[in-house]
C-alpha cells in the first residue's frame, strides 16, 4: 500500500483543529464575556413588569450584545444605585428605563461615559439624556387621521395643563402636516365638561376632528367618557387618543407604543458609535380601530388598514 501523503495530513489536522476551535468559541458561557450594555430597570406590577420585559427583549434582541441588568426596588438607595452605575466599564453603556431610574440619576449624576434614558413618557427637551421616549411622535397621529379621513383639516387638542409642552410639539407636527390645531388646555372635569358643551357647539365634523391628550377625559372617566362617545356619535364628530380603553367604548383610532420595537429603537441608539444627541419620539406605534364608529362615519374600511389594527372593535 502506498505512503499516505503528509501534506494531506497537515492539512485535515489544520482543518480539524479549525473547527474545534470555531466549536470551543461558540460553547463559551454568556458570563465569560464581558457585559457591555448595563440596563437598570424597576420592579413593577403588572401590566408594567409585561411592558419593560418586552423593551429589554427588543433591546437584547437588536443590541446582540451580553445584557447586564439590575432592579430598581422599593429599598433601593441612592448610594447602590451609584455603585451599580460606577461599576460599569468605560466602554459600558448603561441604559436606564423607568422614572425610578431616571430621577436617582438628576440626583447625582455619576460620571458614566454613557448613559441613554428610555421607558418614560417625557418630552425632547425635558432631559439632557438622549434616549427614546414613551410619548409616540405626534406626526403618526396625524399621519392615521389623514389615511382615514383625509377632508379633515383641522383638529381641536385638548390638552391638561400638566402637559402644555407637548401641544407645542403637537402644533409644530401639524404645521408640517397643514392642519390647522385649536388648543385647549383644561385643569379638571369640570373644566373638560365645560370647554367641551362649546365645542360640541361649533365643531364642523366634516372638517375637524378632536384629539384627547393624555389626562384629560381620565380625569374623571366616570362623567367624561359616556358624554363624549355620546356626542361624537350623535354629532358624526371623528375623535381618538392614545387611551385603547376609548377606541373599545367607541372612540375612531387610538395609538399607543409597541414596547418590544420601543426597545428596539433604544437598542438602535446604543449600537450608534456617535453620541445620540437629545431624547426623541418614539416612532415604534401600535393602532387600536373601531369599525363600527368607522363605518358610521362613512369611512371605506381597507383592508391595510383592518390588518394593521390590533386590536380591532368590535373583536371578531
Not at 53 to 64: D, F
Not at 270 to 293: C, D, E, I, K, Y
Request: glycine share 4%; with cysteine; hydrophobic share 45%.
Amino acid at each position: 500500500m502506498a505512503n499516505p501523503d503528509p501534506s494531506r495530513w497537515r492539512e485535515a489536522t489544520t482543518d480539524l483543529l479549525r473547527v474545534i476551535l470555531v466549536m470551543a468559541f461558540l460553547w463559551v458561557p454568556t458570563a465569560a464575556f464581558s457585559a457591555s450594555l448595563l440596563v437598570v430597570y424597576p420592579e413593577a406590577p403588572e401590566p408594567y413588569r409585561e411592558a419593560f420585559a418586552q423593551m429589554m427583549e427588543g433591546l437584547a434582541r437588536t443590541t446582540q450584545q451580553p445584557l447586564r441588568s439590575k432592579t430598581l426596588t422599593a429599598k433601593t438607595t441612592p448610594e447602590a444605585f451609584r455603585d451599580w452605575l460606577m461599576d460599569a466599564g468605560p466602554d459600558e453603556t448603561v441604559v436606564l428605563l423607568g422614572y425610578q431610574a431616571l430621577s436617582l440619576y438628576g440626583r447625582d449624576p455619576p460620571p458614566v461615559r454613557r448613559v441613554i434614558v428610555g421607558g418614560v413618557s417625557v418630552l425632547p427637551g425635558q432631559t439632557p439624556l438622549p434616549g427614546i421616549s414613551l410619548t409616540l411622535d405626534p406626526m403618526l397621529y396625524l399621519h392615521m387621521l389623514h389615511t382615514l379621513l383625509p377632508n379633515i383639516r383641522r383638529v381641536v387638542v385638548y390638552c391638561n395643563a400638566q402637559e402644555q409642552p407637548w401641544i407645542a410639539q403637537v402644533e409644530q407636527a401639524a404645521l408640517a402636516a397643514r392642519i390647522e390645531v385649536e388648543r385647549v388646555i383644561v385643569t379638571d372635569a369640570f373644566d373638560v365638561a365645560r370647554q367641551l358643551r362649546m365645542t360640541f357647539q361649533t365643531l364642523d365634523p366634516k372638517t375637524t376632528a378632536l384629539w384627547f391628550g393624555r389626562n384629560t377625559l381620565t380625569l374623571n372617566a366616570d362623567l367624561l367618557y359616556s358624554y363624549v362617545l355620546e356626542q361624537t356619535w350623535d354629532r358624526g364628530i371623528a375623535a381618538f387618543s392614545e387611551t385603547v380603553l376609548l377606541t373599545k367604548y367607541g372612540l375612531l383610532f387610538a395609538l399607543y407604543p409597541n414596547y418590544t420595537e420601543v426597545g428596539a429603537e433604544i437598542g438602535a441608539l446604543v449600537r450608534r458609535q456617535t453620541h445620540p444627541a437629545g431624547l426623541q419620539f418614539s416612532r415604534a406605534s401600535q393602532f387600536a380601530f373601531n369599525r363600527r364608529t368607522a363605518r358610521h362615519l362613512g369611512i371605506a374600511l381597507r383592508d391595510d388598514v383592518i390588518r394593521q389594527a390590533k386590536p380591532l372593535f368590535p373583536e371578531p
